[in-house]
């Protein structure tokens, strides 16, 4: 490797080589490490559906073993695996590796897998994490598609020191300059924007924007620059890595609406911090490298730096795994042993694992080509990804795709830009896939389909892949522009609003000035860049979401405010985020089913899910009015079925907090007051009883087994009625 490349990833030769403790080691002196590996999203769709992303190859490596080598170089002593789906792999391929706790070479002193099968989120595992006690002191969250080369050392001193100082100091957030302009690791789509006080280093409010929004502001209380300094920053790389104290995860137990990360978690905890009393604080570093493959977009630009020789010494000629044979060749060509090159094949900027054959007159550019590939003769590919055992046949056009293992590709066949090619599929001979396309073998669901000629001709193995929830999606939802390898808003409808404002309510018409920042001025008009996140879902959902159900809870308990000045609060929330009815109609049945649940495990006077959902339907004046109006709609079954699907996932989700027979009692409870009030009518109860989405397994089954003799009972009583309407 040059001595440029190795420069570019020179912070990573600071790190420390782990160890394996001794018993005298105090306890809270071990690191301990949680690692997600499972994201719950669809971004790496058709290929996750049979294997996990964290087991995806990223520049012929899976990507999991990038995250445990950062850890390993971190001192990390003691890992935490959590998954969900997949589990069986993951297990598999860690117990297969050095990673094993059974190894000699692992440099963990234990390793731990987790299994939660019916999580639907990151916070259901890292509310798990705080029920199981495990966690003995500080630890650090991180993410199973993490490639990093960042030292921790001074991060975790400094973390510690304000642990000292203040134990309301809970959470510390690595975070990477990158500067305003274009950058390989900035994610599409979302521009997160952070306020930071420069001197404690505290991060002071989180949001989120997305080019699909008609403004893109974010809102600031100015009680929070009161008296400190802020920066506005969305010069920032966020690749989630997160120095956690245990009050990390209470603050999670308590707030079980909490799904994602950032969009929910940062922002909830920061925008409450009064309430809780909690301190978050970042660290932004200038050396380094750190980013998440959490799109495909992501994989593609951190495999460019790999190329680059950014992630040093995390590069293929480092050979990370036992068995690689990487070395540096001509024209930026990392090559293994066994790689054969037949005479006038072109290969620039690429990287060729093992056993992989390149006929006669073939040219292979910027491209990652897996072990024991046939690539036959006269064949073109750029800007291409291609993983082990791949077939590519003679004449045959890769144009930024990626074709994944066992996938074979006909003669003078194309690929065109952003397609997507299944694990195994086999793609006739002169069939043009069209940009954009995906192909597989099975469903969204696993389970294999029949073969589509018109997709890979009639010598062909695959079908059109395509997952409902795609089109169900919100067309205001970023997540869009996350699903595909190329990143493109030719086909969106922007706005011509301004681009963003940071400013109080007090500011927001005010364009002609330009506030310091201080708590005197609060920002006013401050242009976002545009910038990576890296949560799953709608940012501005998920923002509406957490102000909205917090709103409607303080008037439940009566902190604050009436439901007929929340309805006017919740309606402005609603246009400024341009909330869709969906989100509407989540956040209503989250913060009645949530404040239920409160009346249900209170500690003085606890309330049977009965008197609960009474309380929480009639006993704040407008509260019927407003669950009718708001949540409802205009009262047709449709609209009366969807209100109902959304209090039953809003139960389902507060059985992590109570037993699930006790959040299906209070589902049975509220359909029935609903009922009772008419904000629910029989035809709307029988109709999301029928409703397939309701049946889903696992809680959602279980708390709707409870309204069995809810759903009886009007039935019979409907069967009654039309009795007597015939004896009339």
């Known amino acids: 490797m040059s001595e440029t490349k190795a420069a570019r990833g020179s912070a990573a030769s600071k790190g420390k080589k782990s160890s394996k403790q001794g018993a005298e080691e105090k306890r809270e002196d071990v690191l301990q490490a949680v690692v997600i590996a499972d994201s719950f999203q669809t971004r790496f769709q058709p290929f996750s559906v049979e294997k996990p992303r964290c087991l995806l190859p990223l520049a012929n ?12 170089m971190n001192g990390v002593q003691e890992v935490f695996i959590y998954s969900s789906a997949h589990h069986d792999q993951i297990e598999r391929y860690v117990n297969d590796s050095r990673w094993s706790p059974s190894s000699r070479s692992c440099p963990f002193s234990s390793l731990e897998f987790i299994r939660v099968a019916d999580a639907r989120s990151i916070g259901d595992f890292l509310r798990d994490l705080d029920k199981r006690n495990i966690i003995g002191g500080d630890f650090v969250l991180v993410h199973g598609d993490l490639v ?7 991060i975790l001193a400094a973390h510690k020191a304000r642990r000292e100082a203040n134990r309301d100091s809970c959470m510390t957030i690595v975070l990477r300059e990158a500067g305003d302009g274009g950058h390989y690791t900035k994610t599409n789509g979302i521009t997160p924007a952070y306020i930071i006080d420069p001197n404690a280093k505290r991060c ?17 209380d100015p009680t929070v620059l009161e008296n400190r300094e802020a920066e506005a920053r969305t010069d920032l790389i966020d690749a989630e890595i997160d120095i956690c104290t245990p009050d990390v995860l209470a603050l999670w137990s308590e707030s079980f609406d909490y799904e994602l990360p950032r969009a929910n978690f940062l922002h909830g905890v920061l925008k409450d911090w009064e309430l809780n009393g909690k301190m978050i604080h970042s ?15 992501m994989y593609e ?4 730096d790999v190329l680059g020789g950014w992630t040093y010494p995390f590069t293929p000629e480092c050979n990370l795994l036992p068995g690689h044979t990487y070395r540096l060749r001509g024209n930026n060509v990392y090559q293994e042993d066994d790689v054969e090159l037949a005479t006038e094949s072109e290969v620039l900027d690429s990287i060729l694992g093992k056993d992989t054959h390149v006929g006669s007159g073939s040219r292979i550019r910027n491209s990652v080509i897996g072990r024991s590939c046939k690539i036959g003769s006269n064949v073109t590919i750029t800007d291409s990804f291609i993983w082990d055992d791949a077939t590519i046949s003679d004449g045959a056009v890769i144009d930024h795709a990626i074709i994944a293992e066992r996938a074979a590709v006909g003669k003078g066949a194309s690929v065109l830009e952003g397609a997507l090619v299944s694990f195994g599929v086999r793609v006739g001979e002169r069939i043009d896939v069209q940009p954009a396309t995906r192909l597989s073998l099975v469903s969204h669901a696993g389970q294999l389909v029949s073969p589509q000629p018109e997709a890979v001709g009639t010598e062909g ?18 997540s869009r522009l996350q699903k595909s390898l190329i990143y493109s808003l030719d086909d969106i409808d922007l706005s011509d609003s301004s681009v963003s404002t940071l400013a109080d309510s007090d500011d927001s018409d005010d364009e002609s000035g330009h506030g310091s920042q201080t708590a005197s001025h609060p920002i006013s008009r401050s242009r976002l860049s545009s910038f990576a996140s890296d949560d799953s879902g709608t940012p501005t959902f998920s923002s509406f979401h957490s102000d909205a159900v917090h709103g409607l809870l303080d008037v439940l308990r009566g902190t604050s405010g009436n439901f007929e000045s929340e309805k006017l609060e919740f309606m402005s929330l609603r246009l400024a985020n341009n909330a869709s009815d969906t989100a509407m109609r989540k956040a209503v049945a989250t913060a009645f089913v949530r404040r239920a649940v409160e009346l249900m495990n209170s500690e003085t006077q606890a309330m049977e899910p009965v008197k609960a959902a009474k309380q929480v339907l009639t006993g704040k004046e407008g509260a019927t009015e407003f669950v009718t109006e708001v949540g409802v709609g205009d009262q047709s079954v449709v609209e009366q079925v969807e209100f109902a699907l959304a209090v039953q996932k809003a139960c389902a989700s507060s059985a992590k907090i109570i037993e699930a027979a006790k959040a299906g009692n209070l589902l049975a409870a509220m359909l029935q007051q609903m009922y009772d009030l008419d904000i629910l009518e029989e035809e709307g109860i029988l109709g999301w009883w029928v409703e397939d989405r309701g049946k889903e397994e696992g809680l959602m089954a279980d708390v709707r087994d409870k309204c069995q003799a809810l759903v009886e009972w009007l039935e019979n009583a409907d069967e009654e009625s039309e009795e007597e309407d015939d004896d009339e």
């Open 61 to 72: 490596t899976p990507l999991i073993e990038y995250t445990f080598e950062f850890l390993a």
């Open 148 to 154: 990093a080369n960042i030292s921790l050392d001074g």
């Open 204 to 220: 002071l409010h989180y949001e989120e924007i997305h080019p699909l929004q008609t403004d893109r502001y974010v809102t600031l």
């Open 283 to 297: 660290e932004i570093v200038s050396e380094g490298y750190s980013a998440r493959a959490s799109n495909l977009q």
């Open 301 to 304: 630009a951190i495999t460019r």
């Open 461 to 478: 193995k695959g079908a059109f892949f395509q997952n409902p929830e795609d089109d169900e999606a919100d067309l205001e939802d970023p």
